[in-house]
């Protein structure tokens, strides 16, 4: 949702962590280098899989010096090859009460079932990559106001917010198991009164953006917000 994205995974100087250097002072957090990559997911299944969290990893494993601190959010996309995924979920909502019901309840199953400990072992690995940094891991925002947004009903805006809370959890859980492991808890509700739909929305509504990867993302107001909170908390919790 931020411009000035560039490349397949579609990396911006406006993302969250490359704000970081600014709000928490260069003494802290400098230079930041960008691993991210739109859609990645645990296990590499991504379309261009170079893209995805083990090929972050080994180029983790590259950097010198060791990197102080690590951040990352993951999980959202998880279990494309099981036809489960929040991207998969929001078309499903997108198209019926029906699908949304379907495709929610197995997320849910998913979230329970494999996605505790698909993390563990992202969240072992980075620690593996890199054993001096601490991984600061940030959990999913919710994105629906508690009204009609679109094609998405009420009920539907208020359970996809509940799958948030939901996978947030799952986050945090394994975070907890994770020796050097911390969880910021406060990036959930970072939206209040700016979701979708709103008068001053910090996410990107589908068809607001000429590109499709911005949907349902953060847009540069929406990032600085979250660098903001990610900031406070390195700077109040490390």
């Known amino acids: 949702g931020t411009t000035g994205a560039t490349e397949d995974c579609v990396r911006s100087s406006q993302a ?4 970081l250097t600014g709000i928490v002072g260069s003494s802290a957090i400098s230079p930041v280098t960008m691993l991210a990559c739109s859609g990645a997911d645990s296990n590499g299944t991504n379309v261009h899989p ?3 969290l083990p090929a972050q990893i080994a180029e983790l494993r590259k950097l010198k010096p060791a990197q102080g601190i690590v951040t990352l959010t993951i999980g959202g996309d998880d279990g494309r090859s099981e ?4 991207f998969n979920v929001l078309v499903a909502c997108a198209l019926s009460e029906a699908a949304c019901a379907a495709d929610v309840l197995a997320e849910l199953k998913w979230i329970a079932k494999s996605e505790p400990a698909l993390l563990h072992q992202d969240y072992s690995a980075i620690r593996a990559a890199d054993p001096s940094a601490t991984v600061v891991v940030v959990g999913y925002p919710q994105i629906f106001p508690d009204t009609k947004c679109g094609v998405f009903t009420k009920v539907e805006g208020q359970v996809l917010n509940s799958l948030t809370s939901t ?3 799952a986050i945090a859980g394994a975070a907890a198991k994770v020796p050097g492991v911390e969880y910021v ?3 959930a509700t970072v939206f209040a009164g700016h979701q979708l739909c709103t008068a001053d929305p910090w996410v990107v509504a589908p068809l607001h953006s000429t590109s499709s990867t911005d949907w349902m993302h953060p847009n540069n107001v929406g990032q600085q917000a979250l660098s903001k909170v990610v900031a406070d908390f390195i700077a109040t919790e490390l």
Do not use: C, I, R, Y
């Open 16 to 19: 969250w962590p490359e704000l």
């Open 50 to 52: 170079k893209q995805d």
């Open 167 to 169: 996978l947030d959890s």
């Open 83 to 86: 036809h489960v995924g929040f």
């Open 185 to 187: 808890k406060n990036a």
